[in-house]
């Protein structure tokens, strides 16, 4: 088992930054693929940034390419998400996620219980 906890939401205007982490705790955490999702009211959970377990492989979806980046720390079990020049349709909860295989945006097997990040325009 993995245990997931994400932190860094808040409220930011549009054009701001915030950086979010995930804390993870039960598994071998150098050994796993991380990943983030976010899920906007009403609609489903996308996929946002992935990254493989040696930072060596990174994947984001076209929405936040150029504005996010994702990186990870093994030594900290800690992965993190930048996000730069937000925009209100960033708005979501977003969820951390982790798995054993190598696909960076597909069958992540233990998630977060999400943080909430709002951009006001």
């Known amino acids: 088992q993995v245990q997931l906890v994400e932190s860094g939401g808040g409220l930011v205007q549009a054009g701001g930054s915030l950086r979010l982490s995930c804390a993870a705790s039960g598994r071998t955490f150098s050994r796993l693929t991380m990943g983030w999702f976010r899920q906007a009211a009403g609609k489903e959970r996308e996929f946002v940034a992935g990254?493989?377990?040696?930072?060596?492989?990174?994947l984001f979806a076209d929405s936040v390419k150029g504005r996010f980046t994702i990186s990870r720390d093994n030594a900290k079990n800690t992965v993190y998400l930048q996000m730069n020049s937000l925009k209100p349709e960033d708005t979501a909860v977003y969820y951390c996620a982790a798995r054993s295989g190598s696909s960076l945006r597909i069958s992540y097997d233990y998630w977060g219980q999400g943080t909430q990040v709002t951009v006001s325009s």
């Open positions: 990254i493989s377990w040696s930072s060596g492989g990174t």
